[in-house]
């Protein structure tokens, strides 16, 4: 292992646990220290980029296609090769990184479970901390918990392939700083998983595996492909050892994706449609456009024309390339109710069928509830094959940047922005609780929902729009709603649950963010000033 720490040391603003300490070691402290020197720098300008790019978009400029890397979407070359336990990932389970949803989830009727330190973690440090203790006893085979009652949950004999999602590149790690800035969450989540796990994942036939989230351009997928390279050659592994998924979840990246395939080519195994992600950045990015404001959330499905050019161009380009397709998040959770059960199914069954038929590789569930149900569609479309990368969509249309920035139809109701507002609220008041990953009304909420809920909001104030009975939708409106449904919440969860609740600053920070003149990119960056 190569030993060259010649920089300014990182500094730690609260006091090191003896916890803290079994993932903050000396060793792991200097690679992390290596990454922050050396990729800080370049991730701000990164950001920077993303700044100037929306500003570009505010003023009129549609997203599109990049005439520069014309001969990199016409060449003919596809990416290095892909493990063997990443070949069959049909059913994909995601959720928080705490003890006991670790190991049912690796428990769980999937190919992969992907242990995310982003959208359905609020990264309180010693949730993060303890995330990292988690995934390391996985990885070792020695993971085990014991509930109030005396139950104990331990891994079964091959349980799924791991792969841990980082958090985005715009999440600071507020509790880490290098030259008075806090480092990026991203690095940090990377290093402590990658230093701690590689001997013990490869030793068994494994890998460093990760899901890149919130990735807007080729350049951003370059930097991590440097990172990747470099922490390979910090501990003598073969270029390529490390591999990544990439979501495919905001609007800039549908129009850079074989760019992003490309400068990825020796880690990368493929892409994701990150579904509810993408609707948010539609609204975010487009959100100066006032013919493409989205309607009501429940009508914006994977059917509406945008949403299906977005699936199928990420399906033709990754098989082109010799990538995966991965599918989207059906974010519902079985019923006790045998008649809600029935309909929550046949939801997921028929959003499912169409992934497969439309040529993904696999998908993802955010339930375990639901892996039995999602395998045997799956099974049955995949039949003796482990992927569905034979289906190219060559006989498919090129799919044009009109198709993919198609305004959307559907109605905006009262029910809907009430609804927006009461799971806004709820989320919200969770994640600064220390809870990212949720159940509100039957769905399974993480940020992503949480944010296309505030910001379809924000845009139709934004835009002066009108509900289907005609009431425009105004500050006023969105108020005066707002106190309205506090009230609905406050009764649907009891007074000893509300009053015990954060459920005030939940409100205010909903109310400041809906109504400014400026959209907040992330909800997450504000709310971790809430969060411990």
Same mark, same amino acid.
């Given at each position: 292992?190569?030993?060259?720490?010649?920089?300014?040391?990182?500094?730690?603003?609260?006091?090191?646990?003896?916890?803290?300490?079994?993932?903050?070691?000396?060793?792991?402290?200097?690679?992390?220290?290596?990454?922050?020197?050396?990729? !800080?720098?370049?991730? =701000?300008?990164?950001?920077?980029?993303?700044?100037?790019?929306?500003?570009?978009?505010?003023?009129?400029?549609?997203?599109?296609?990049? !005439?520069?890397?014309?001969?990199?979407?016409?060449?003919?070359?596809?990416?290095?090769?892909?493990?063997?336990?990443?070949?069959?990932? $049909?059913?994909?389970?995601?959720?928080?990184?705490? $003890?006991? %949803?670790?190991?049912?989830?690796?428990?769980?009727?999937?190919?992969?479970?992907?242990?995310?330190?982003? @959208?359905?973690?609020?990264?309180?440090?010693?949730?993060?901390?303890?995330?990292?203790?988690?995934?390391?006893?996985?990885?070792?085979?020695?993971? !085990? /918990?014991?509930?109030?009652?005396?139950?104990?949950?331990?891994?079964?004999?091959?349980?799924?392939?791991?792969?841990? $999602?980082?958090?985005?590149? =715009?999440?600071?790690?507020?509790?880490?700083?290098?030259?008075?800035?806090?480092?990026?969450?991203?690095?940090?989540?990377?290093?402590?998983?990658?230093?701690?796990?590689?001997?013990?994942?490869?030793?068994?036939?494994?890998?460093?595996?990760?899901?890149? *989230?919130?990735?807007?351009?080729?350049?951003?997928?370059?930097?991590?492909?440097?990172?990747?390279?470099?922490?390979?050659?910090?501990?003598?592994?073969?270029?390529?050892?490390?591999?990544?998924?990439?979501?495919?979840?905001?609007?800039?990246?549908?129009?850079?994706?074989?760019?992003?395939?490309?400068?990825?080519?020796? =880690?990368?195994?493929?892409?994701?449609?990150?579904?509810?992600?993408?609707?948010?950045?539609?609204?975010?990015?487009?959100?100066?456009?006032?013919?493409?404001?989205?309607?009501?959330?429940?009508?914006?499905?994977?059917?509406?024309?945008?949403?299906?050019?977005?699936?199928?161009?990420?399906?033709?380009?990754?098989?082109?390339?010799?990538?995966?397709?991965?599918?989207?998040?059906?974010?519902?959770?079985?019923?006790? @109710?045998?008649?809600? &059960?029935?309909?929550?199914?046949?939801?997921?069954?028929?959003?499912?069928?169409?992934?497969?038929?439309?040529?993904?590789?696999?998908?993802?569930?955010?339930?375990?509830?639901?892996?039995?149900?999602?395998?045997?569609?799956? @099974?049955?479309?995949?039949?003796? $094959?482990?992927?569905?990368?034979?289906?190219?969509?060559?006989?498919?249309? *090129?799919?044009?940047?009109?198709?993919?920035?198609?305004?959307?139809?559907?109605?905006?109701?009262?029910?809907?922005?009430?609804? &927006?507002?009461?799971?806004?609220?709820? /989320?919200?008041?969770?994640?600064? !609780?220390?809870?990212?990953?949720?159940?509100?009304?039957?769905?399974?909420?993480?940020?992503?929902?949480?944010?296309?809920?505030?910001?379809?909001?924000?845009?139709?104030? =934004?835009?002066?729009?009108?509900?289907?009975?005609?009431?425009?939708?105004?500050?006023?409106?969105?108020?005066?709603?707002?106190?309205?449904?506090?009230?609905?919440?406050?009764?649907?969860?009891?007074?000893?649950?509300?009053?015990?609740?954060?459920?005030?600053?939940?409100?205010?920070? %909903?109310?400041?963010?809906?109504?400014?003149?400026?959209?907040?990119?992330?909800?997450?960056?504000?709310?971790?000033?809430?969060?411990?």
């Amino acid at each position: 292992m190569n030993q060259q720490i010649t920089h300014a040391p990182l500094q730690f603003t609260r006091q090191l646990s003896s916890n803290d300490a079994l993932i903050l070691t000396d060793e792991a402290i200097d690679f992390l220290t290596e990454l922050v020197t050396r990729f !800080s720098a370049p991730r =701000h300008q990164l950001l920077q980029s993303r700044l100037e790019q929306q500003r570009r978009i505010d003023q009129g400029q549609l997203p599109d296609f990049i !005439s520069e890397t014309h001969s990199i979407r016409e060449g003919e070359w596809k990416i290095k090769n892909i493990p063997a336990d990443l070949q069959d990932r $049909r059913v994909e389970i995601t959720g928080p990184v705490e $003890r006991k %949803m670790v190991i049912n989830a690796l428990n769980a009727n999937v190919k992969v479970f992907m242990a995310d330190f982003e @959208d359905s973690l609020a990264p309180d440090w010693n949730k993060v901390i303890e995330g990292q203790i988690n995934l390391r006893d996985a990885v070792n085979g020695t993971i !085990s /918990y014991t509930n109030e009652a005396g139950k104990i949950y331990q891994l079964k004999p091959d349980p799924a392939v791991l792969v841990c $999602r980082v958090r985005g590149l =715009h999440l600071p790690e507020k509790h880490v700083h290098w030259e008075g800035e806090p480092i990026p969450g991203g690095l940090f989540d990377f290093a402590m998983y990658f230093f701690h796990n590689y001997r013990a994942l490869l030793a068994k036939g494994s890998g460093p595996y990760f899901y890149l *989230p919130k990735t807007q351009t080729y350049q951003e997928a370059a930097w991590w492909s440097d990172i990747f390279s470099f922490a390979e050659d910090y501990v003598d592994l073969p270029r390529g050892t490390i591999k990544a998924t990439v979501l495919i979840e905001t609007l800039p990246a549908v129009f850079q994706m074989d760019e992003i395939l490309y400068h990825l080519r020796s =880690h990368i195994v493929g892409l994701n449609c990150g579904r509810w992600d993408y609707i948010f950045s539609y609204i975010k990015t487009l959100k100066n456009h006032p013919e493409r404001v989205l309607p009501d959330r429940q009508a914006v499905t994977m059917t509406q024309p945008f949403l299906s050019a977005y699936s199928r161009l990420l399906i033709k380009t990754c098989h082109r390339r010799g990538a995966f397709a991965m599918g989207g998040m059906a974010a519902f959770i079985p019923s006790k @109710d045998a008649q809600r &059960n029935e309909w929550v199914l046949n939801k997921v069954k028929s959003d499912k069928e169409l992934e497969a038929q439309n040529g993904h590789d696999g998908t993802w569930i955010a339930h375990p509830g639901l892996a039995d149900t999602v395998m045997a569609i799956f @099974d049955r479309a995949l039949g003796e $094959r482990k992927n569905q990368l034979d289906i190219s969509r060559d006989q498919d249309a *090129p799919i044009t940047a009109s198709e993919l920035l198609e305004p959307c139809a559907g109605e905006r109701t009262e029910e809907g922005m009430r609804a &927006n507002i009461r799971v806004a609220v709820q /989320y919200i008041e969770a994640w600064i !609780s220390g809870n990212g990953c949720v159940p509100i009304y039957g769905l399974m909420e993480d940020a992503a929902t949480a944010e296309i809920s505030r910001t379809s909001i924000w845009q139709w104030i =934004h835009h002066g729009k009108t509900l289907s009975d005609g009431q425009p939708v105004t500050k006023a409106l969105f108020r005066k709603m707002l106190c309205e449904e506090m009230q609905v919440i406050q009764q649907e969860l009891g007074e000893q649950r509300f009053s015990a609740g954060r459920f005030s600053e939940a409100a205010a920070l %909903m109310e400041r963010i809906t109504t400014q003149e400026e959209l907040v990119d992330f909800l997450t960056l504000p709310g971790y000033a809430l969060l411990a």
